[in-house]
């Protein structure tokens, strides 16, 4: 009698656990639909198949994160121990600090440092200038090597990620780019490492610390191997990452987060997610919104993560409303030459043209 006990209480024990553990995983996975940058991807590296997409081939600009391009570029280039003298236009150059002064001396490798480490703006222009004479020039060599990667939806116009016209990538080609400059051990050395002390030539020491937060996070530190922060007005915050999970090289790309907090979230997320694919937890997923602008500046997410809308209902009411603007407009070239007013209303805000 008290071992049919046992057992019956084995049993409810035993579903239990499945029912909750089920539970526990459908919320993880559920918690994908509140990703809240614009645009996403989940590279498995490894494989060459991508776990999760947001919107992956949506153009935006890179930030920061283009400085993975100028390191390549520069390591293609330059000898490590080349000194470098920082001149009047990169001292000038709006960055983080650290800040350099004109007339200081690094060497190549202290700046590769600094520009990974620290995204330091004045480092990117002064590795620019050195290796091409300018920042201009520079970027010619930027495109040249984004067309040996392979890249077609990406173009870069400054080697330090600041806003600059005609300027742009994608989740999946920022995931990408990560991808090969870790084939370059110094730019895996850097991005992994946490802090580190480096001096100019007349003995100016500086101390940097990772902008990357996630190589300190206990929920994922055991995982990551280092990434590159950006952020901008138009790009909004940013970060590729590259991480080892179950014995494959997981990328994830993050664009266009509404907030540093809200980044990590869903870096870590996706991350986590990328587990759940691996161990045949879940499967690949991916996913369409409506964004308002091809350099997005916001974006609207779907509730449910399973049946992500289809974009076509919003693209009838776009037809309807340029069909609409198109009769405005063409009202408003007649009443123009008889130099009328009209009124045009919208939802937000009431504006006159004459």
Request: glycine share 4%; proline share 4%; with cysteine.
């Given at each position: 009698?008290?071992k ?13 656990l ?25 590279l ?55 800040l ?8 190549v ?25 300018s ?12 067309k ?5 939806n990406?173009?870069?116009?400054s ?65 990551v ?60 997923l ?5 964004v ?18 289809s ?44």
């Open positions: 009698m008290k049919n006990i046992k057992k019956f209480l084995g049993l409810i024990l035993f579903f239990c499945i029912l909750f553990g089920k539970q526990g995983l459908a919320e993880d996975i559920n918690s994908l639909s509140e990703i809240s940058a614009i645009t996403a991807v989940t498995d590296a490894t494989t060459g198949k991508v776990l999760f997409a947001k919107n992956p081939n949506l153009k935006i600009p890179p930030a920061s994160t283009v400085k993975l391009v100028t390191a390549m570029v520069v390591l293609d280039k330059l000898s490590l121990n080349k000194k470098v003298t920082i001149s009047k236009t990169a001292a000038e150059t709006p960055s983080v600090a650290p350099l002064k004109e007339g200081e001396v690094y060497t490798k202290d700046l590769l440092y600094l520009m990974l480490m620290k995204s330091s703006n004045q480092a990117a222009v002064a590795l620019a200038e050195k290796m091409a004479g920042e201009e020039n520079f970027t010619f060599y930027m495109n040249r090597k984004a040996e990667l392979g890249l077609k990406s173009h870069f116009t080697a330090s990620g600041l806003p600059a016209p005609g300027q742009y990538t994608t989740a999946y080609e920022l995931s990408l780019i990560l991808y090969h400059a870790l084939k370059y051990p110094l730019i895996k050395e850097i991005i992994h490492t946490p802090t580190k002390i480096i001096s100019s030539e007349n003995g100016r020491v500086l101390v940097l610390k990772n902008t990357n937060k996630l190589l300190e996070d206990p929920e994922v530190k055991n995982y191997l280092g990434g590159k922060t950006g952020f901008t007005r138009a790009s909004k915050h940013c970060l590729v990452t590259a991480s080892q999970v179950n014995n494959h090289l997981i990328i994830t790309s993050v664009l266009g987060a509404p907030s540093r907090k809200s980044l990590w979230r869903d870096s870590k997320e996706l991350i986590k997610f990328s587990r759940f694919v691996l161990e045949n937890k879940a499967e690949p991916y996913l369409t919104t409506v308002t602008s091809q350099i997005p500046m916001h974006h609207v997410s779907k509730s449910k993560i399973f049946k992500a809308k974009v076509v209902k919003s693209s009838k009411k776009s037809n309807k409303f340029a069909k609409k603007t198109s009769k405005l407009k063409t009202k408003m070239a007649k009443t123009k030459k008889k130099n009328t007013k009209i009124t045009v209303k919208d939802s937000n805000t009431q504006k006159k043209r004459s």
